[in-house]
């Protein structure tokens, strides 16, 4: 046993080095957002001629685009194919994940076009083949960074690449092994390049910000301040009423029960760091490990319902900023597009903002100038993205467990009333069995 823990507490105290890293990063562009809205606002011309260095970041994002997508899709087409064979779990799991995501989706729309935010900021549109007035240094700089590759041809053959794979069976899976390694390459230098977000974010909110004032700022507290709102409504209403209907649970006393894992979510902004523990509390709830061990990894990669919230919410914002609003019909078709991509948006920093600009030059390639103002402020919203995301996760593991009869309902009332609480040793314990679910899980959901 005592070996146990001390395997345990080495096993905390690796991720713990990375997280300090990532808190860097965090506090880096929170400053970087408030310094750039300062000097955009004290001296404005000199906010607009930091514009390339939100540009040369964008680009960068740009270049990842299609590696981040294909590899994703095609290992997404194979993760769901793997848990459909779990039978009536699976199944069910992925049904309610496409559903929940598909309306988390559409009331990011609904919100969005209600507030309007970004409306009145008239930002420039991004167009690739107008030259900037910028010196030789900069044009030679930023021409350094490749050229995007068209998303929708991208998807296609991602699509297309993973149902081969799933038709070619055990032949096919050294090919979706080295995807699944080039996957890890591409979010290695996607992670890389969210080290430099805190100049892209500075270069951005000092140029928009030196150009339209104050009003800059208004328009992305509202943005923020409308997200924060709509996932906290999204959680006690849409998956609270769910829970209570079904389940007969109440959502507070879920959430009372998780709070140690909220702590630790808000602390890392990624959903992804409670992952073992969430298999740990909610077989002690009173789920069946199968129900679990199904409906935890596979959610971690197709319930992202804090995720899809944030894209449509982003990118009307982006829209109404550029001064051109996407009408229905494009609204329609992004929402489709963000049902797939979003699947590939998870748990690893900087791929939900590839996502975003993925949809937005796959409808409006103009768009993308737009961006570097949801930089700055994407941090900001990443800890409502996990906390929603994680509570979805909680939420459909109860769900499922009730609807295929998977669930002690005494053992549920025991755990929530605080007659028999969570115990941390037993977790250590039982930490080497849930090692290969989080490592499975990180395979299907190495993708905020």
């Known amino acids: 046993m005592a070996s146990q823990r001390g395997e345990s507490l080495d096993s905390v105290k690796t991720p713990r080095k990375g997280l300090d890293k990532s808190h860097y990063l965090y506090i880096a562009v929170i400053a970087a957002v408030i310094l750039g809205a300062v000097v955009g606002l004290l001296f404005p011309e ?13 680009k960068l994002i740009k270049m990842m685009i299609a590696p981040v997508i294909f590899c994703t899709i095609v290992l997404g087409i194979g993760s769901i194919a793997k848990a459909a064979t779990v039978g009536k779990v699976g199944g069910l799991a992925l049904g309610y994940f496409i559903v929940m995501s598909t309306f988390a989706l559409a009331i990011g729309l609904v919100v ?47 699509i297309l690449v993973g149902f081969a794979l799933q038709k070619m069976g055990p032949q096919g899976a050294p090919i979706l092994k080295a995807i699944g390694h080039g996957q890890a390459l591409v979010f290695r230098i996607l992670i890389m390049i969210m080290w430099l977000a805190p100049v892209g974010a500075f270069g951005a909110i000092a140029a928009v910000v030196g150009a339209t004032g104050f009003q800059a700022i208004v328009s992305m507290f509202t943005l923020m301040l409308a997200f924060y709102i709509t996932c906290a409504l999204f959680i006690v209403v849409i998956l609270g009423g769910l829970l209570q209907v079904v389940s007969g649970i109440n959502i507070f006393k879920l959430m ?58 982003a990118s009307l914002f982006v829209a109404n900023a550029m001064g051109t609003p996407l009408d229905l019909g494009a609204q329609i078709s992004l929402l489709v597009f963000m049902i797939i991509a979003s699947k590939g948006a998870a748990g690893v920093t900087g791929a939900g903002l590839a996502t975003l600009a993925a949809g937005l030059q796959a409808h ?39 609807w295929v009869k998977e669930i002690d309902g005494d053992q549920v009332d025991r755990v929530l009333s605080g007659a028999e609480p969570f115990d941390e040793a037993t977790m250590i314990a039982h930490h080497g069995d849930m090692a290969p679910k989080e490592e499975g899980a990180k395979t299907v959901a190495a993708t905020a």
Do not use: W
């Not at 000199?46 to 964008?58: A, Q």
């Not at 309007?116 to 960074?145: C, M, R, W």
């Not at 103002?373 to 906390?387: C, K, P, Q, T, Y």
């Open 256 to 313: 009372k029960y998780l709070g140690r894992e909220y702590l630790l979510i808000f602390s890392t902004s990624s959903s992804e760091a409670a992952l073992p523990r969430l298999i740990a509390k909610m077989e002690h709830l009173g789920v069946s490990k199968p129900v679990v061990g199904v409906t935890v990894p596979t959610g971690y990669s197709f319930n992202l319902d804090g995720t899809a919230i944030y894209l449509t919410m």
């Open 364 to 402: 409006k390639p103009e768009l993308l100038g737009g961006v570097g103002m949801i930089v700055g402020i994407d941090r900001f919203m990443s800890e409502a993205r996990a906390l929603t995301n994680f509570t979805g996760n909680a939420v459909a593991t109860v769900l499922i467990g009730t």
């Open 46 to 58: 000199v906010g607009k001629s930091l514009k390339p260095l939100g540009d040369g970041f964008i």
């Open 112 to 158: 969005g076009n209600l507030i309007h935010p970004g409306e009145g900021l008239q930002l420039t549109p991004y167009d690739p083949n107008k030259k900037a007035a910028t010196d030789s240094t900069v044009d030679f700089l930023l021409g350094i960074i490749p050229g995007d590759i068209p998303v929708l041809p991208t998807l296609l053959a991602a």
